[in-house]
């Protein structure tokens, strides 16, 4: 071939009239539209055959984007198709793209090609794909991708995207080794945006960054027979992971155009929403959420070895408000948030919950929450004793001015260790349990005292002890006595003269038994008291 003359294509290359039509539109930078009259064949993924009116060779685009003839004067190239077919592989390889990119309602014969290209602005809106590979890619401005339908997956690993990435409406399906969307060690400088995307296999972003915020607004992910659907340890975001609904109807999405970062999908008048739902485990383990993650209304089905697994996350806000799961079990072991904003509704059952060294400062309930569904939570967690999360509990009601409450926590916590003692240990858990509540009713230990020295007063009026040594020794006082004999460590001066036989004697001993029970079970509930102090 001979080398062009003045952005003419190359002698030999062969340009059918679409091509031809293409090149020129590439050098003026508008829109080239090969899409037909008739808007039933304009589906990519529909089952008509588009033929060679429409078609371009892959080969050709990469010539324009890689070996860019000039602009016309005055005019910025640019490479804008609308409803192409696009025959062989588009293979740009480690190639610098300049020029903008904008394919819309395109359809690919064979995969695309990017592994550590180099783009300004890669949009593909609205296009049928069998897969792309794009490792490495780096691109200065977005990469979108909304409406695209990929049937074998899209790899993004280690890639840059340098605004923002846009996925909204994807629906993107497994490659051979079960990812849809292959993302680990993702970097994006602002919001990756995936709503209302259906993702069938695992969507995975292991280490990825991102620079605003992540949502997921609407989405289905599925991925029932493999471990997880979405796998996203060590994921980072600077503000908010949005797992919640979308709105649908009227939404900006059914104008074609594409929200801005950030714009809520609320409803409004004859807005459907569409809540996000994930079939398959999901895990954010180690994540760092520089915001919050907000699980309104999501609703997570899983199988019973999968999880919805948020362990050691570390974020300011955890709004766990999604449905209750179905299935599997989730996981906030060694997780730490400031505020845990929840429902009772959405906490799932005895064996579906595990916080082991979960911490949080404040609770923040939505609707009603009551204490004892709030105990049953902490149980459902500690299917085996462990002390640690009512000590969390009763430490933020202590924090919020809910002194009565934590004090009901940590008793229901003495509870739960008794049954893990042995008989002796249970007998005494029990009596202590009855008589002072483990010391956290103290007030009790004043009644019973009252009623022992009131009987043993009257029984020791009628059943008189006699003195160890006559004529030594106070002048005998039935109350002093029993007060002497009940209360431990003070000394009144009445029981060390005096001495009991028979029924006398075993009432002697049991206020001396009982005595010593009140004393200590006051003095471990007054030492916690200082402790918290």
């Known amino acids: 071939m ?8 190359p002698d030999g290359l062969g340009l059918t009239p679409a091509e031809w039509g293409m090149w020129q539109a590439f050098r003026t930078g508008s829109t080239f539209d090969l899409r037909s009259p008739n808007q039933h064949r304009n589906d990519p993924t529909g089952p008509h055959p588009w033929g060679p009116e429409r078609s371009v060779r892959a080969r050709v685009l990469a010539l324009l ?13 640019a490479l804008k198709l609308n409803g192409a077919y696009i025959t062989g592989t588009l293979e740009l390889a480690g190639g610098t793209i300049e020029p903008f990119v904008e394919l819309r309602n395109c359809r690919f014969e064979q995969e695309i090609l ?4 180099r783009f300004t602005t890669l949009r593909l809106v609205g296009c049928a794909i069998p897969r792309i590979e794009a490792a490495r890619l780096h691109t200065e401005g977005d990469l979108h991708l909304p409406r695209c339908t990929v049937a074998r997956g899209i790899r993004l690993t280690d890639a840059h995207i340098g605004t923002d990435l846009l996925l909204n409406q994807l629906v993107v399906r497994k490659d051979r080794n079960g990812r849809s969307i292959t993302a680990d060690g993702l970097s994006v400088a602002q919001d990756l945006q995936a709503e209302l995307i259906e993702s069938y296999g695992e969507l995975t972003m292991r280490g990825a960054q991102i620079g605003v915020s992540l949502s997921l607004r609407g989405s289905k992910l599925r991925n029932p027979h493999g471990r997880r659907a979405l796998n996203a340890p060590q994921l980072s975001v600077e503000r908010t992971v949005y797992l919640t609904p979308a ?7 059914s ?7 950030g714009t809520p999908l609320a409803p409004a008048g004859g807005v ?3 809540r996000f739902e994930c079939e398959g485990g999901v895990r954010l383990d180690d994540g760092r959420f520089g915001d919050a993650i907000d699980l309104d209304q999501a609703r997570f089905t899983m199988a019973g070895d999968q999880e919805l697994s948020m362990r050691r996350i570390q974020t300011p806000e955890l709004r766990f408000l999604c449905e209750r799961t179905q299935g599997g079990r989730v996981v906030l072991s060694g997780a730490k948030v400031v505020n845990l904003v929840d429902k009772s509704t959405s906490w799932p059952g005895p064996g579906g919950l595990a916080m082991a060294g979960f911490s949080y400062e404040s609770l923040i309930p939505r609707g009603h929450f009551p204490l004892a569904r709030r105990l049953e939570w902490v149980a459902a967690a500690t299917p085996e004793y462990a002390p640690e999360p009512y000590e969390m509990l009763a430490a933020a009601l202590r924090d919020s001015g809910e002194e009565e409450f934590a004090r009901v926590v940590l008793l229901a916590k003495q509870r739960r260790r008794r049954e893990t003692l042995p008989l002796a240990g ?13 010391g956290y009713r103290p007030g009790r230990a004043a009644v019973w005292i009252a009623l022992l020295w009131a009987v043993g007063a009257v029984f020791f009026a009628h059943h008189r002890p006699e003195p160890i040594k006559d004529g030594e020794g106070p002048e005998w006082d039935a109350t002093l006595y029993t007060l002497d004999v009940l209360l431990p460590v003070i000394d009144l001066g009445q029981a060390s003269y005096w001495t009991t036989h028979g029924p006398a004697q075993w009432v ?24 918290r102090n």
């Open 114 to 117: 990017l592994p550590e290209s």
């Open 508 to 531: 002697t001993a049991v206020l001396v038994l009982l005595g010593w029970v009140l004393a200590t079970t006051v003095a471990a509930g007054a030492s916690r008291l200082l402790r």
């Open 65 to 77: 984007l890689l070996e860019p003839p000039p602009a016309q004067p005055g005019r910025v190239a």
């Open 255 to 261: 104008t074609g155009t594409t929200p801005p970062y």
């Open 426 to 438: 249970k007998a005494w858990g029990y009596l202590q349990d009855w008589m002072v509540a483990y």
């Open 272 to 274: 459907r929403t569409q």
């Open 2 to 9: 001979t080398q062009p003359h003045d952005g003419d294509p």
């Open 247 to 253: 709105g649908v109807t009227g939404s900006p999405f």
